[in-house]
């Protein structure tokens, strides 16, 4: 998978707090062991359940909060500077806006088919700790979606994590897998689906998992369109997707399952009544199944009888 260096990035679809609030020294057990993978497990969880159930339409507003506390701030000049275009992309925060330019592409042109309109979400940038319409997070929680403020929250730092204390093989397609699966909640919000699922039970057929697995299939949908979608001008923003990629990207899914983090990192044995995201074997079933048919009609977790994997 490559970013096409000619592509120009518009990066007013991300906000850039790292130089503020949290700061330099922010991070909050990096690599902690149980606390963090609590929050890894439960945050997801509380920021869409809670946030979509409790503040269901569009309240409140980015505008009267936006997650800024006192001391963080948006500065989003540097990111305005140095994001110009594909060729910019070695910088993780450039390859960031250029994947969220394209999933955010994608959606657009899908939602305009079927005769609505999307209304885009912004990416935070952010260093060890924010405050968000959903509460306060931390880089522990992992990348999130909130929708009390339709934004998308990640450190970065999260990406080097998924390989140091996940064991990921890593990689851009790998990268692109989370943002993506974020901006699939997204959408679930969009389309109220969030909506449907309220309180917070866990457990293996949960609406916690099935909307988890619906949000690794739109990643996988994206994926299958993403060689399709293009910049502002015209540009492809995304070219030559290869076997490889889908691999690490897999591999990916397979290392955020629940299964897998109760058993191999946080050392517990599994217990799928906690299962809040789906097994690593459901996960790669439901990228695959966006992946492999690009169809958003394939990612209907919730219909009766469906077989979650
Ligand atoms: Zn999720």
């Known amino acids: 998978m490559d970013i096409n260096p000619d592509a120009e990035l518009d990066t007013s679809q991300v906000e850039d707090i790292r130089g503020s609030g949290g700061g330099v020294g922010g991070r909050v057990a990096i690599g902690g062991g149980g606390v963090g993978l609590v929050g890894l497990l439960i945050y997801f969880l509380v920021a869409q359940l809670g946030g979509a159930g409790v503040v269901p339409q ?30 910019d992309t070695a910088a993780l925060d450039c390859e960031a806006v250029a994947v969220i330019n394209s999933i955010q592409s994608f959606w657009s042109t899908q939602f305009a088919r079927s005769g609505s309109k ?12 924010v405050s968000t319409a959903c509460g306060p997070a931390t880089s522990d929680t992992g990348p999130f979606y909130c929708p009390g403020d339709r934004k998308i929250y990640i450190d970065l730092s999260f990406y ?3 390989q140091t204390r996940f064991g990921a093989q890593g990689g851009l397609f790998a990268r692109s897998y989370v943002l993506a699966h974020e901006y699939g909640h997204h959408i679930q919000n969009l ?3 969030s909506s449907r699922v309220r309180g917070n039970a866990a457990g293996p057929t949960s609406g916690s998992v099935r909307l988890e697995l619906q949000a690794d299939c739109y990643a996988g949908v994206w994926a299958n369109h993403a060689t ?25 899914a397979g290392r955020i399952g629940d299964d897998f983090i109760q058993s191999q990192i946080a050392g517990q ?5 906690r299962f809040t995201h789906g097994s690593s074997a459901q ?26 994997g």
């Not at 169809?295 to 009888?305: E, R, S, V």
């Open 283 to 308: 996960r790669r079933k439901w990228l695959t199944a966006g992946l492999s048919t690009g169809d958003t009609k394939q990612c209907n977790t919730f219909a009766p009888g469906v077989d979650l």
């Open 228 to 252: 399709q979608t293009k910049s502002a001008s015209g540009k492809p923003i995304i070219e030559n997707i290869s076997r490889q990629d889908v691999e690490a990207g897999l591999d990916t």
């Open 191 to 193: 389309i109220g689906t």
């Open 118 to 129: 999307y209304v885009p979400a912004n990416t935070r940038f952010f260093n060890g700790s």
């Open 58 to 87: 569009g309240l409140p507003q980015a505008g009267d909060l936006g997650g800024v506390r006192s001391g963080q701030q948006v500065d989003s000049d540097g990111i305005r500077g140095e994001c110009r275009t594909g060729r």
């Open 269 to 273: 044995q599994v217990n799928q009544s």
């Open 160 to 162: 080097r994590e998924l």
